[in-house]
């Protein structure tokens, strides 16, 4: 078959540095200039639900990360025994498995977490950024690459969330990481000082905003115009 | 490349076997673990009815159960208030009473556990009883645990949880602050009739000097309504209970 002989010519060539330039830009591209949640708006759906606090959000990211890079790593290590016509299934089904594991994982032992969560642990399984980095890379490429592609779009979706988790969280609650950072802050100022918090960050419209201002102000910076 | 349908069978086999394998493997080690961790959950929220919240996060699970133990002791009653042991040849324990179960039961069927909150080591010093709480949110499933001081009038505390209330709003009803709302409320007015403590429409309102009311939350009053009704059922529902304990205190003081 002719990808075999593709395999085998490239086989031949020396072999790649462990994080060759090539390689560095497979995991660094994903979390600016093609950033899955900012540019290409993609799992915006877990972004705006799981970020009130910024804990759930930390566990949300790290699920998130491993369920990308190993379902990329696994559809990759088997892209050239899938059988084409039923790749999608396939395809959900690792996906599937490997979001049960986490979940199963998050029960046992973070049973606080599993419950805040809920079902967006769940939801992992229909976040845009994993199937569409399957298809578009882990089917045409090697497993250590896929790896690499997994863990950049993953950390690149991780880092927005962080990052409206932290306002939302600042704003809407007045702590960081559940520290009462407002009552600290407004102790200094004497007893009759109270830095009052916004509901509106608590509930997903808070999502939406931030959002919107993280895009706004990535978009000034990198010129980046939508085609 | 076009595979046979053989292959693409065989190959849908074998993965189907293998990611099963995979997944009830998990599941088979991690079940263990997962049981004590409900468990543990159900401990935590029956006890968050008399001790606060900080209190209970700052233990660490061997003490969660360890206070539970040694400050907890529980019973099964029925509709009449009579304690129950056994139901068709089985024993009964309240800890294994799956309330949600029960509640798709008619209300005269149902087991209703209590579990009586007393002084360390001593389950003749009673301190509270915890009444288990379920009904309907907005969305989804509303339950708690309602404590009520030996007068058997006066709420001791409540803990509130919910399976899918809006966050922000309904899901508010986890907070200590809208769960502080319900100490030292009272479920009989003066002629003795249960009216429950009701939530009410609209936020920010004083009801201190109102026994059978407390502040709503703003936005969220169907949940608020749920949440109502559910205290109001299964108080109903323990009445029996309730009374005889009240009688049988009002003996002792005699």
Request: with cysteine; charged share 20%.
């Amino acid at each position: 078959m002719s990808a075999e002989t593709i395999e085998k010519a490239i086989e031949k060539k020396p072999a790649e540095a462990f994080l060759s330039k090539r390689r560095k830009k497979l995991v660094t591209d994903p979390l600016v200039d093609e950033n899955p949640i900012t540019i290409q708006v993609l799992g915006i759906c877990s972004a705006l639900a799981v970020t009130t606090q910024l804990k759930p959000t930390l566990v949300m990211a790290i699920s998130v990360i491993f369920v990308v890079a190993m379902s990329n790593f696994v559809i990759s290590l088997m892209r050239n025994t899938i059988p084409a016509r039923v790749r999608i299934i396939v395809q959900l089904a690792v996906v599937a498995t490997l979001v049960t594991l986490v979940s199963e994982v998050l029960k046992a032992f973070a049973y606080d977490m599993y419950k805040e969560l809920s079902v967006f642990v769940g939801l992992i399984i229909t976040n845009c950024i994993v199937m569409g980095r399957l298809e578009a890379f882990a089917l045409g490429n090697k497993p250590y690459d896929s790896v690499l592609d997994g863990l950049g779009s993953a950390l690149g979706y991780s880092w927005i969330i962080l990052t409206v988790a932290f306002f939302r969280e600042l704003w809407g609650s007045g702590s960081v990481f559940g520290l009462p950072v407002f009552d600290t802050v407004s102790g200094l100022f004497g007893p009759d000082f109270k830095l009052a918090t916004n509901g509106l960050m608590v509930s997903p419209v808070g999502a939406f905003i931030i959002l919107g201002l993280i895009i706004w102000v990535q978009r000034t910076k990198t010129g980046y115009v939508e085609h | 490349m076009q595979q046979s349908n053989a292959y693409i069978i065989t190959f849908s086999v074998i993965l189907t076997v293998v990611l099963g394998l995979l997944l009830s493997g998990t599941a088979q080690i991690l079940g263990p673990r997962q049981q004590e961790a409900i468990a543990l959950d159900k401990k935590k929220q029956i006890l968050g009815a008399v001790i606060s919240g900080d209190e209970i996060s700052a233990m660490t699970p061997q003490e969660v159960n360890q206070y539970y133990e040694s400050h907890i002791g529980a019973t099964v009653v029925d509709i009449n208030g009579k304690e129950v042991t056994e139901k068709d040849g089985v024993a009964v324990s309240a800890e294994n009473i799956d309330v949600a179960k029960n509640y798709k039961l008619p209300a005269e069927d149902r087991l209703y556990p209590v579990f009586i909150y007393h002084e360390e080591g001593d389950d003749s010093k009673v301190k509270s009883y915890i009444l288990p709480l379920y009904g309907a949110g907005l969305w989804d499933a509303i339950w708690g645990y309602l404590a009520l001081d030996t007068d058997m009038n006066t709420v001791g505390g409540i803990t509130l949880a919910h399976a899918g209330e809006t966050p922000g709003l309904g899901a508010r009803i986890t907070t200590p602050e809208v769960q502080a709302r319900y100490s030292g409320k009272e479920i009989f007015n003066e002629s003795g009739e249960l009216v429950g403590v009701q939530m009410q429409k609209g936020e920010g309102k004083d009801y201190s000097s109102e026994p059978h009311k407390i502040d709503g939350m703003s936005g969220a009053t169907i949940t608020g309504t749920g949440v109502n009704n559910m205290v109001i059922n299964y108080l109903g529902h323990y009445k029996a209970y309730i009374e005889s304990k009240k009688s049988s205190q009002a003996v002792a003081a005699l």
